[in-house]
């Protein structure tokens, strides 16, 4: 079956525009994540989905940074007034559950540059 | 706090020799722990999903251990391929459902 899908791959935008990402999950997984992985740093934690609520959105560096998830399925990561901090590349992945016991399967990410 | 370690950062082996790269977490509280393949400009491919309960995962050519009490995790892939050139990372999975990532084990295959 299809796996976790992402859009844009590629995403160049101006210092202080807005850019939306977006996560297709894997048909039937109930729980979406958003990971960034910035050059240098790994990849950190931003927020867990579990349906359509987020249970944890503390790893979300600022309030410039907000995410929908909308019929249980398909995620979008907006990120307000973009600065240079924040490029990066963007991962999204989705569980069968929100247990944590469960696989989390990786999307091939959004790349996103802030010139 | 809940922090993973991956040793070496990067390392080189010549084509058919054993692989063996590892992983320690400081929280023994775990759920589970997974390894991931990453090629670079690409996204993450599970490899092994290893419980809390269980001391090890084998599929193909990998083999990973678990030693929860000591915080310690490693992966082998026997038989080293070019193709197997990749960042390997390790990823640990506590109650509160998020990964916790070390950085990786860069990893070149010589032929």
């Known amino acids: 079956g299809a796996g976790v899908s992402q859009s844009p791959s590629n995403k160049v935008t101006e210092k202080g525009k807005d850019v939306e990402l977006r996560c297709d999950p894997i048909s039937g997984h109930t729980a979406l994540y958003w990971y960034r992985q910035s050059l240098g740093q790994g990849l950190e934690f931003l927020i867990y989905f579990q349906g359509n609520s987020a249970p944890d959105k503390s790893g979300l560096p600022s309030d410039r940074f907000s995410a929908e998830r909308t019929g249980g399925s398909v995620s979008t990561l907006t990120i307000q007034r973009t600065q240079q901090e924040d490029s990066a590349v963007y991962l999204c992945?989705?569980?069968?559950?929100?247990?944590?016991?469960?696989?989390?399967?990786f999307g091939p990410g959004t790349r996103l540059t802030v010139t | 706090k809940q922090e993973v370690t991956q040793i070496p950062a990067a390392l080189s082996v010549p084509e058919g020799e054993n692989l063996v790269l590892n992983c320690s977490f400081t929280?023994?509280?775990?759920?589970?722990l997974q390894w991931f393949r990453q090629d670079p400009g690409k996204g993450l491919t599970s490899l092994l999903l290893i419980q809390s309960s269980q001391r090890e995962q084998t599929s193909g050519r990998l083999n990973a251990s678990l030693d929860k009490s000591s915080g310690r995790s490693t992966l082998y892939i026997a038989a080293s391929q070019p193709g197997d050139s990749a960042t390997y990372l390790c990823?640990?999975?506590?109650?509160?459902?998020?990964?916790?990532f070390g950085k990786g084990n860069q990893v070149v295959v010589i032929p």
């Open positions: 992945a989705s569980s069968l559950s929100q247990t944590s016991s469960y696989e989390q399967y």
């Open positions: 990823a640990v999975t506590y109650g509160n459902n998020r990964l916790a």
């Open positions: 929280d023994s509280a775990i759920y589970n």
